[in-house]
């Protein structure tokens, strides 16, 4: 009986995993494939902003002979990008306009023979920093190394001892701005912000390294037009019962100024960013107190826009105490100013009968 041949399908199968591992002498039946220096591409979305980095590389004149320094070439990609952008965002940033951003930026290093960088492009039309905060925590590098990423004119990391180990451990890292602006301490952002010279301020938290594609929609939601933009940590609270105190007292600020749409979202929760015609509308000096700068920025009916949850959920944010103390000051600021019973008229009892004013 003749004895069938066995498949031979397992050992092409195996063969062709053994392509791009070339014999020694050039002895290979099969031609090295060729590295594509091009992203590796799960659709065709990211193709066409390669490329067009690729083009704009090659229209700059001089070509890799006009860098001036990385910081240039930084700014010169995201020009570009923004440029390409125009106006087709609609003034909204989403994961696929960033991932084009970073083929795009790959595109443009590539063409000038430049390693790649972990630069990611965003169109933004305004100038923006950000102001790096640490709470009196360890200060991570990845939460600077994430922020250099960004098109930032400046980041300034505030410390409160010139010569402690916080300003040991970054000292060293190119782009950034440290400064110490010793006793009193005052407020730290408004530190930064006065110290800052851009349309946009950034507030980061130095502790905890946050991605910079999180970072990169509170920017593009100011430059877009809000005055604030906030993340929201309301969707990871689960139900009210399991709400925690401060929690349920932001909630209560943001109800009672006739801001429900808030939520517990605050102003005090790191990220957040604000506009220079926000910060010049509450005053410099309110962003020392973030519940009050929150509060002012309600009174003052300034566009807060609340962007996608940046931050881990289930996430503390310092002191509760104090933090407790300072929303407490926040309410009587807005008590002063509206009244005791802010905007929740009694439409009840008719105190004008006993000689006082409807409150």
Not at 20 to 36: A, D, E, M, T, V
Not at 46 to 66: H, I, M, V
Request: glycine share 8%; with cysteine; aromatic share 6%.
């Amino acid at each position: 009986m003749r004895k069938s041949k066995p498949a031979r399908s397992s050992k092409r199968h195996n063969q062709a995993f053994r392509i791009s591992r070339s014999k020694p002498n050039g002895q290979s039946k099969h031609k090295r494939r060729r590295i594509r220096t091009a992203p590796r591409l799960s659709s065709g979305s990211l193709r066409p902003a390669y490329e067009a980095g690729s083009q704009d590389a090659a229209s700059l004149q001089g070509g890799s002979s006009a860098i001036q320094d990385p910081d240039w070439l930084k700014r010169r990609i995201n020009d570009s990008w923004t440029g390409r952008c125009g106006s087709r965002d609609g003034g909204q940033i989403t994961d696929l306009l960033l991932r084009q951003g970073k083929a795009y930026a790959d595109g443009f290093t590539d063409a000038l023979r430049w390693p790649r960088q972990s630069w990611l492009p965003v169109p933004l039309d305004r100038t923006a920093a950000a102001v790096v905060l640490t709470g009196g925590k360890a200060i991570d590098r990845g939460s600077l190394e994430e922020l250099l990423r960004l098109p930032l004119q400046e980041i300034i990391v505030i410390l409160r001892d010139a010569e402690g180990r916080e300003f040991s451990q970054i000292r060293n890292v190119p782009g950034i701005t440290i400064v110490y602006p010793g006793e009193p301490f005052g407020g730290i952002r408004s530190v930064g912000a006065k110290i800052s010279n851009v349309d946009t301020v950034l507030f980061a938290d130095g502790s905890k390294r946050i991605p910079a594609e999180r970072l990169a929609i509170l920017l593009k939601t100011v430059d877009s037009g809000a005055d604030v933009a906030i993340s929201d940590t309301t969707a990871s609270l689960g139900v009210f019962r399991n709400w925690d105190d401060l929690s349920r007292v932001r909630a209560f600020i943001n109800w009672s100024l006739r801001r429900p749409e808030l939520g517990a979202n605050s102003a005090e929760t790191l990220p957040n960013a604000w506009s220079r015609r926000a910060i010049e509308t509450i005053g410099i000096t309110a962003l020392a107190i973030p519940p009050i700068a929150h509060q002012a920025a309600i009174g003052h009916d300034l566009n807060i826009a609340v962007c996608p949850n940046i931050r881990e959920p289930k996430e503390k944010d310092g002191s509760t105490k104090l933090s407790l103390d300072e929303h407490i000051e926040a309410l009587k600021a807005a008590m002063e100013l509206k009244g005791s019973r802010l905007t929740l008229y009694d439409r009840v009892r008719r105190r004008s009968h006993a000689g006082g004013g409807r409150q």
